[in-house]
Each structure stands twice: as C-alpha cells, then as structure tokens.
C-alpha cells in the first residue's frame, strides 16, 4: 500500500499528485480573486473614462461570454474583450456605486459558483439596494471564458435603474 508522501516511480509523492489536482481549482479561484479586486478599483475609481479597462483584460480570455438576464439595464450577451468593455461602460451608467460586500465561493470546481452581497445605489434614482447575485463563472488558461449572473430580483434592479417619467 501506498502511503501519502511515499515516493512514487516517478519520483513524486501522491501529495504531489494531489496538489497537482487541485492545483486548476486553486488557479481559477485566484484568478476570479483577481478578477474581482480589479472590478473593485476600476468601479472606484470611477469606471469608463476614469479608469481604463486595461486592469481588467487580462484576467478574461479574448472569447469570454458574459450572459446577462435580459430585463436588466445592461442585460444581454457580450462578448470578447470590447464587449466586456463595453458592459462595463453600460454597469457604469446604471450604477452611481456597485460595492461587493461579501463572497461566499459555493463550488471551487469549474465552473465555479460565487455569491455575492452587493450594495448599491442607481444614478437614475438614487436608491439604494442590497442584493445578492449568484454567478457560475468557467476559467479555462488562467482566464475567465464565461460568466452567467443569476440576480435574486432583476425587476427591483431594473426599476431602481430606471428614471421616472416625468
């Protein structure tokens, strides 16, 4: 029988192998880590015309796809970098803030499942939500390929989002 850390054949330890793979899982949560403190200082620091999309690219593979709900201000289907980009610009627009309070990362394995607490106040009217949106998010190369938002109430956002009519 063989035990963990005994040295294999090949001169690896079954712990090694272990690492080995776990070590996918470990990468993509890194990334989409990554990803997520570089949404946050990009949203800071005032988004599209104040802070360039740059910091965010690499972490997206240059054939993402981002699935958003249809009855969200921004929903759609955007894709590859300039539609990442350009998503990024239409999340600015709606939103005065977007602050991810809390993460809770559900499934480590690909795809992984985050949820996340967000605050947030919309620039049409000024209120203030707090909502969560689960997100099954594929990483494949040590980049993002996919990302499918799930939002509690899309019509509460939706409304939050919208001017009233004068």
Request: charged letters at 20%; hydrophobic letters at 45%.
């Amino acid at each position: 029988m063989t035990q963990v850390g005994a040295a294999t054949p090949i001169g690896r330890t079954l712990m090694d192998r272990e690492v080995e793979r776990c070590a996918p899982e470990a990468d993509a949560i890194a990334v989409l880590k990554g990803m997520y403190e570089a949404e946050t200082r990009f949203l800071a620091a005032g988004g599209p015309g104040k802070a360039g999309f740059d910091t965010l690219a690499p972490f997206f593979a240059p054939d993402v796809v981002l699935h958003q709900a249809e009855a969200l201000p921004y929903g759609g289907t955007w894709r590859g970098h300039q539609g990442m980009e350009r998503f990024m610009i239409a999340m600015s627009e709606a939103w005065e803030s977007f602050e991810m309070v809390e993460q809770t990362f559900l499934a480590v394995e690909n795809p992984i499942v985050v949820l996340t607490q967000v605050r947030a106040r919309a620039r049409a009217t000024g209120r203030q939500l707090e909502f969560p949106i689960l997100q099954t998010v594929a990483v494949d190369g040590g980049r993002i390929t996919e990302v499918r938002p799930f939002y509690w109430d899309t019509a509460e956002v939706a409304d939050a989002c919208t001017a009233p009519k004068t």
